[in-house]
């Protein structure tokens, strides 16, 4: 009876003492890497600029356009 007794408080004990460390333990948090926002900012930077080129293309197509009626 008193060997059962001391393994039920020990698993008690080991039940417990596990139960307190996973809440005590936090998953560290990432730090955040200025890296990958100076490679977001270069991004957008470049999508901006794509889009910029994509309207003066567009412009110089319709500009070509009216020149040839016109030469016609």
């Not at 809440?23 to 490679?39: A, Y």
């Amino acid at each position: 009876m008193k060997k059962t007794a001391v393994a039920l408080c020990v698993a008690a004990a080991l039940a417990a003492a596990t139960f307190v460390l996973a809440q005590t333990q936090t998953p560290p948090k990432p730090t955040p890497d200025p890296r990958i926002d100076k490679i977001i900012e270069q991004n957008e930077q470049i999508l901006k600029n794509q889009d910029d080129i994509m309207k003066t293309l567009a412009d110089m197509k319709e500009s070509l356009l009216i020149l040839k009626r016109r030469t016609s």
